[in-house]
């Protein structure tokens, strides 16, 4: 098992920045991603950032260039930096984390925090 804990929300205006954080601790040693996914009232769960553990790091189109995903091994902490926000950033965003077992992706969910910008 996986336990995320996101911390870091909160509201501001538009054109400012927030960092999430997302503390993860249990069995890490055969997570293949980590990422951050957002859901805005009405809307589905959509992904924001992910990395794939020792190869890549994707991110949504809405948020290239002003969201940074990075990760602190030594921490087993994930982080995202969100700059230059916008009213449409606003949802509650959930920490990820994925492994692969039989064949089968096995997801892990933080609780989710909330991202506030207003104009």
């Known amino acids: 098992q996986v336990q995320l804990v996101e911390s870091g929300g909160g509201s501001v205006q538009a054109g400012g920045s927030l960092r999430l954080s997302c503390a993860a601790s249990g069995s890490m040693f055969s997570i293949e991603g980590m990422g951050w996914y957002r859901q805005a009232p009405g809307k589905q769960r959509e992904m924001v950032a992910r990395?794939?553990?020792?190869?890549?790091?994707n991110y949504a189109d809405p948020v290239k260039g002003r969201f940074t995903i990075s990760r602190d091994n030594a921490k087993n902490t994930l982080y995202l930096q969100m700059d230059s926000l916008k009213p449409e950033d606003t949802a509650v965003y959930y920490c990820n984390a994925d492994r692969t077992l039989y064949g089968t992706r096995i997801d892990y969910w933080g609780q989710g925090t909330q991202v506030t910008v207003s104009s």
């Open positions: 990395i794939i553990i020792g190869r890549s790091t």
